[in-house]
T-cell receptor, first 113, second 109 residues
Framework: SQTIHQWPATLVQPVGSPLSLECTVEGTSNPNLYWYRQAAGRGLQLLFYSVGIGQISSEVPQNLSASRPQDRQFILSSKKLLLSDSGFYLC????????????FGEGSRLTVL | AQRVTQPEKLLSVFKGAPVELKCNYSYSGSPELFWYVQYSRQRLQLLLRHISRESIKGFTADLNKGETSFHLKKPFAQEEDSAMYYCALSDYNTDKLIFGTGTRLQVFP
């Protein structure tokens, strides 16, 4: 069966420090991969999505970047964190040209101080 | 531009009362719409999709293209229905799923 894992679950970082959140999927090939940010009152905001290795689409201008070095690995990064980067980040996958069903990870709560 | 609107941040009802969570959308093509649910301490997961015309946990949702709505309904709410509900729209051309801001449903005993 397919599983998705993301880590770390919680992270407290100072302003200006780098960030790396990692997400991996098991049990499927060539998935679509997504990074969302969940914020109270703002719902789920799509940050990045990827349909294949090295293919990244950015949805909103921001201080973050994403990479997909392997088929089932999706990384969210920042070189210098801002206070506004604090939030709950969700990784998700779906089958290519699928039914619209996304499978979400456990989430990573980032606090920037 | 594609957009999903959920006008209510919070909906509170008593057990046994009817529930309707509102969702309106803006989409230029033929939309595919979904409801996702997040129970306390659980992952966000798919509840139902309009194309399946199914009833899940007593919930139903009908796509009304004239009103561009996809409201989620349940005739008799249960306490275990308390959760965060998100309406979502799938962009067929890009496989992106666009979510609304969510509605928290509280069902009191």
């Amino acid at each position: 069966s397919q599983t998705i894992h993301q880590w770390p679950a919680t992270l407290v970082q100072p302003v200006g420090s780098p960030l790396s959140l990692e997400c991996t999927v098991e049990g499927t090939s060539n998935p679509n991969l997504y990074w969302y940010r969940q914020a109270a009152g703002r719902g789920l905001q799509l940050l990045f999505y990827s349909v294949g290795i090295g293919q990244i689409s950015s949805e909103v201008p921001q201080n973050l970047s994403a990479s997909r070095p392997q088929d089932r690995q999706f990384i969210l990064s920042s070189k210098k964190l801002l206070l506004s980067d604090s939030g709950f980040y969700l990784c998700a996958w779906s089958i290519t040209r699928g039914t619209g069903e996304l499978f979400f990870g456990e989430g990573s709560r980032l606090t920037v101080l | 531009a594609q957009r999903v609107t959920q006008p209510e941040k919070l909906l509170s009802v008593f057990k046994g009362a009817p529930v309707e969570l509102k969702c309106n959308y803006s989409y230029s093509g033929s939309p595919e719409l979904f409801w996702y649910v997040q129970y306390s301490r659980q992952r966000l997961q798919l509840l139902l999709r309009h194309i399946s015309r199914e009833s899940i946990k007593g919930f139903t949702a009908d796509l009304n293209k004239g009103e561009t709505s996809f409201h989620l309904k349940k005739p008799f709410a249960q306490e275990e229905d308390s959760a965060m509900y998100y309406c979502a729209l799938s962009d067929y051309n890009t496989d992106k799923l666009i979510f609304g801001t969510g509605t928290r449903l509280q069902v009191f005993p």
